[in-house]
């Protein structure tokens, strides 16, 4: 095992800077970036950080062939702050980005912002969000205006919609009026204006499928994806291949979906004979639910979980993956952060970061009207 000080300095935000600075020579294609991001996973919840009851060999796959962060810290221990400060490299208060925006929120991410797929498509990138986005649901705040090609998915979280337990003693009519149903969009249009229950169960499938339909469109370009799965956010769902499958329960169950989607997207890469030409990233939003018990998830040796600053909440799981670039099995020891890119980075990329101009400009979120 190779223990490392530092590979992507402090920041998920360098892997956009990386591209001109590692890239030379022979090498005349940028490196494909996978972004794979999870909703409300705990530090305990992959094999390689301690699972328990259910296994993840494509997850610790990556841990494996690639490096796992030890001390991996994100912005904020909520939805919404927390994947501004991924897309943006700045910290979430910054943006303007606090908690969990809501369906009908006034604001969202400025389109102003610079992201990761601003700067991706910029340098002839092909990029797509899939899954869950939760900046904002208004169309000026969706993907589209954030330097994504293409979205599927979720504008927010899964269970804001009149389904909620908290809303389950009241009539539909009064349910509708706190929480209205939950979308499905693509691009910037409302493709299924009322997901169901069964509908979330194929989530995650469907996440997947379209994932490995745009690594096939753009196997022969370089292309930026942000896959955002919706689970294990609750309530809890998974399709009828993972149901009952896992020793963890229903937890378990979902899990081992997501870590099935991941082997789905490594294949793809092997298939496609991209395999060496992607930086693949898995990390999560935020720690774990723990008020929803064994629906939410474990933060392992850590105090606490989602909603708190504690180690359980802003410390999650990370690794990464790119075979002849990672050093494989190699461990990072040490504090690393979803946001702030480190000077040396700044300095190869000779252009401004995304958090150096979101800083320079200091935007705050922009009501629609």
């Not at 600075?21 to 530090?43: C, E, H, L, W």
């Not at 962060?69 to 606090?98: K, M, N, Q, W």
């Not at 009322?194 to 096939?216: C, G, H, M, N, S």
């Not at 020891?333 to 979101?358: F, I, V, Y």
Request: aromatic share 10%; hydrophobic share 30%; net charge positive.
């Amino acid at each position: 095992m190779t223990r490392s000080s530092g590979f992507f300095g402090r920041a998920l935000i360098p892997i956009a800077l990386l591209f001109s600075a590692s890239v030379k020579g022979a090498d005349a294609r940028p490196p494909n970036v996978i972004i794979v991001f999870t909703d409300d996973q705990g530090y305990g919840d992959v094999g390689c950080y301690g699972a328990q009851g259910y296994r993840t060999p494509h997850l610790d796959r990556l841990a494996a062939e690639g490096m796992r962060f030890t001390d991996f810290y994100v912005s904020s221990p909520v939805c919404s702050a927390s994947r501004a400060a991924l897309l943006t490299g700045c910290y979430h208060e910054r943006v303007g980005i606090s908690g969990a925006l809501g369906p009908g929120s006034r604001t969202g991410l400025n389109p102003d912002e610079t992201t990761i797929a601003d700067i991706c498509r910029a340098r002839g990138y092909a990029t797509a969000a899939v899954g869950k986005w939760h900046l904002g649901d208004h169309p000026r705040f969706l993907p589209a205006n954030h330097g994504f090609d293409s979205y599927f998915g979720l504008p927010y979280s899964n269970d804001m919609w009149p389904y909620h337990p908290n809303l389950s003693h009241l009539s539909i009519e009064k349910r509708l009026k706190r929480c209205p149903h939950l979308p499905l969009i693509e691009g910037t249009r409302t493709i299924d204006p009322e997901v169901t229950p069964e509908e979330q169960r194929q989530l995650t499938t469907r996440y997947t499928q379209k994932a490995v339909q745009f690594i096939r469109q753009n196997k022969a370009k370089p292309f930026f994806l942000y896959l955002a799965h919706s689970q294990p956010h609750v309530p809890l769902f998974v399709s009828d291949m993972f149901q009952g499958k896992s020793a963890g329960g229903l937890y378990g169950d979902v899990i081992q979906e997501i870590d099935w989607s991941m082997g789905e997207i490594l294949k793809a890469l092997k298939t496609f004979g991209i395999d060496e030409h992607t930086l693949v990233l898995f990390t999560t939003d935020n720690g774990p639910w723990l008020s929803y018990g064994d629906h939410g998830g474990s933060a392992g040796p850590l105090r606490e979980g989602k909603g708190t600053c504690w180690e359980g909440g802003i410390r999650v799981p990370c690794l990464a993956r790119w075979p002849g670039r990672i050093p494989a099995g190699s461990v990072l020891l040490g504090a690393s952060r979803q946001h702030r890119p480190p000077p040396h980075h700044r300095q190869s990329s000779r252009r401004e970061t995304p958090g150096e101009k979101n800083r320079r400009q200091r935007h705050h979120p922009t009501p629609h009207r």
